[in-house]
């Protein structure tokens, strides 16, 4: 199965309470922080929420 690698670009400092937490669900803590998740439609939702905050790039393709 296919993977996300998810790297936090922005600060969540000022933003709303929901995209503080979503990084926090995903791992993130500061900025630079890089996780790798299974692609499973409940990851893609977190990602879209915190979009404008992380890069993403699919890895490990089979």
Do not use: C, F, W, Y
């Not at 296919?2 to 993130?28: D, F, H, P």
Request: net charge positive; proline share 2%.
């Amino acid at each position: 199965m296919a993977q996300l690698k998810v790297q936090q670009k922005k600060s969540s400092i000022g933003r709303k309470a929901n995209q503080r937490e979503t990084l926090r669900s995903l791992g993130l803590k500061k900025i630079g922080d890089v996780v790798v998740k299974e692609d499973r439609p409940e990851i893609r939702g977190m990602v879209h929420t915190v979009r404008h905050l992380v890069t993403v790039e699919v890895v490990g393709e089979e």
